[in-house]
């Protein structure tokens, strides 16, 4: 199993600005992922985050407004850039061994006023 | 596309089973898992079914049927700590293990 941790736990941002979220995994995995989950909603997938590579991204999201950041096998950071409004959600990562099962972290809260 | 559909809301009484049903179509697959989610808590990992047929962990089962494009879990003697978010997620396959979630199920256990 795996233990996630995710920095901050909640924001409350200015439209136009950026967020930088952290994600720390307390063994090395071999895959991360961010998600995004508005309140009482599924779980829509950002991207798979690469080690030593550029981010995979899923339709509807890009790198300019989502950049990812995996510089090792147990980090990983999500920046929301140029927030507004509609970017208010919660925003999970999770990680995997490889197999079928992801970890999750406790999830970022962001309000963007 | 993709999609992954649940009943929206389920409800059920304390001591009673509990089906929660999942039909997806996706681009490709290879296998279908389960995640509880409390309120404000993370998705834990329930159950996953790569092959036809039922998975048993506990009071939990998980069934699949690939030909059907269909999968339920299935909540027996259900207790109250058991109301949550509980959402079946298909791994279309590829090199990355990433997961594409169905809808939710929103479950109310009552006394």
């Known amino acids: 199993s795996a233990v996630i941790s995710q920095k901050p736990s909640r924001d409350i941002c200015q439209r136009g600005t950026s967020l930088t979220i952290q994600c720390q995994v307390d063994?090395?995995?071999?895959?991360m992922f961010w998600y995004r989950q508005q309140p009482g909603q599924s779980l829509t997938l950002i991207a798979t985050?690469?080690?030593?590579?550029?981010?995979?991204?899923e339709s509807g999201f890009v790198i300019d407004k989502f950049p990812i950041s995996r510089p090792n096998l147990t980090f990983s950071t999500l920046t929301v850039s140029n927030m507004s409004p509609e970017d208010s959600s919660i925003y999970l990562c999770s990680a995997g061994q490889g197999t079928y099962e992801q970890y999750f972290g406790p999830g970022t809260r962001l309000t963007v006023t | 596309g993709q999609s992954l559909e649940q009943p929206s809301e389920v409800t059920a009484v304390e001591g009673a089973i509990v089906q929660i049903n999942c039909t997806y179509q996706?681009?490709?697959?290879?296998?279908l898992s389960w995640y509880q989610q409390h309120d404000g808590g993370a998705p834990t990992f329930l159950s996953y079914?790569?092959?036809?047929g039922l998975e048993e962990t506990g009071r939990f089962s998980s069934f699949l049927s690939r030909s059907d494009s269909y999968g339920y879990l299935l909540l027996q003697e259900l207790q109250m700590k058991d109301s949550a978010s509980y959402f079946c997620a298909v791994r279309p396959g590829g090199a990355t293990n990433k997961l594409i979630f169905g809808t939710g199920t929103l479950l109310a256990v009552q006394p």
């Open positions: 985050a690469n080690q030593g590579s550029e981010a995979t991204y």
């Open positions: 996706t681009s490709g697959f290879y296998g």
């Open positions: 079914n790569a092959l036809d």
């Open positions: 063994s090395q995995v071999t895959m």
